[in-house]
């Protein structure tokens, strides 16, 4: 028995470790999978798991198990982390957004807190489906998970939202809802948010900026959705540079978040003497007037 107990433990480290660096546990088939392949090889300088593997239909490793054994760490790390709040901080912030995934729309939450010696924290404590994204709704859900994890909203000293009209509206939006329970909660309009709001409201109302972002976008759609312009844009770079080239692909323009925009811009910039050879052998090839309008005006 205390061999077999001993035997799950290393099973739980196994996992533990893959979930703890971001590795998927399954593969293509179960044998293929990470987590067999791990348990393998530690087994060939450990005698001791294979001597006390179980039988085949024992052996601790099926799906709904592992998908258990996670759950159960993840309820450590959440009791962990409420556990440090009320005993470093004993008072916090809600930080939520919401967005659509492929199949529901969902919100997150993570707390933020000061420790006693004043280090900020952000905690992710979780994904929850809301069935749409009313004010209402999403104030219920914010409020339900504070009460499964068992965080008082009597403790909680600010709400920070993006804009949206259902999150800081100032007669029904969340922040509102919050502060009928909890007066002391301020809600504050994410910075970060803001400084994005305000950063693509100047690019657009200045015409070389927008032209910019713009060509960027467009030097970026032509060469990542074109598998045979990204092969000759490799061989264009290794004929400029030599086998040893450091230089990296192009980038798409991020949407949404302002911060890496700055690496597909440097991109291009690297890229520059690359992209203009491989726009010179495009066009002298047989396109169609689409494409060769697109490049023309790149």
């Not at 993840?74 to 967005?99: K, M």
Request: proline share 3%.
């Amino acid at each position: 028995m205390e061999g077999r107990r001993q035997y799950l433990i290393k099973i739980i480290e196994r996992l533990q470790f893959l979930g703890r660096q971001g590795i998927p546990i399954q593969g293509n088939t179960e044998d293929q999978s990470n987590f067999i392949q791990l348990l393998r090889l530690r087994a060939q300088d450990n005698p001791f798991i294979s001597k006390y593997r179980p039988k085949k239909e024992e052996k601790y490793t099926s799906h709904d198990i592992q998908n258990e054994m996670f759950e159960i760490m993840a309820h450590n790390v959440i009791r962990d982390i409420v556990q440090d709040i009320r005993t470093q901080s004993g008072f916090y912030s809600i930080i939520s957004d919401e967005y659509t995934d492929i199949k529901n729309r969902t919100t997150h939450f993570l707390p933020g807190w000061v420790d006693k010696s004043l280090n900020a924290h952000e905690d992710f404590l979780g994904f929850y489906n809301i069935p749409n994204v009313s004010s209402e709704t999403i104030a219920s859900v914010i409020k339900d998970a504070l009460v499964r994890l068992q965080l008082s909203l009597t403790d909680c000293r600010g709400q920070c939202y993006d804009g949206a009209s259902n999150m800081l509206g100032q007669k029904t939006g969340v922040a509102k809802r919050i502060q009928e329970t909890q007066p002391k909660a301020h809600p504050t309009h994410c910075h970060a948010h803001s400084l994005n709001l305000s950063v693509k409201d100047a690019t657009t109302r200045i015409k070389l900026l927008s032209d910019t972002m713009d060509t960027a976008r467009e030097i970026a759609t032509l060469i990542k959705y074109s598998p045979k312009r990204g092969h000759l844009l490799g061989e264009i770079k290794q004929n400029i540079e030599g086998e040893d080239s450091t230089t990296g692909g192009i980038l798409k323009v991020c949407p949404t978040r302002w911060t890496v925009r700055a690496s597909c811009f440097r991109r291009i910039l690297d890229n520059y003497d690359a992209l203009l050879e491989e726009w010179t052998l495009c066009l002298d090839t047989r396109l169609d007037t689409d494409v060769r309008g697109r490049i023309i005006g790149c």
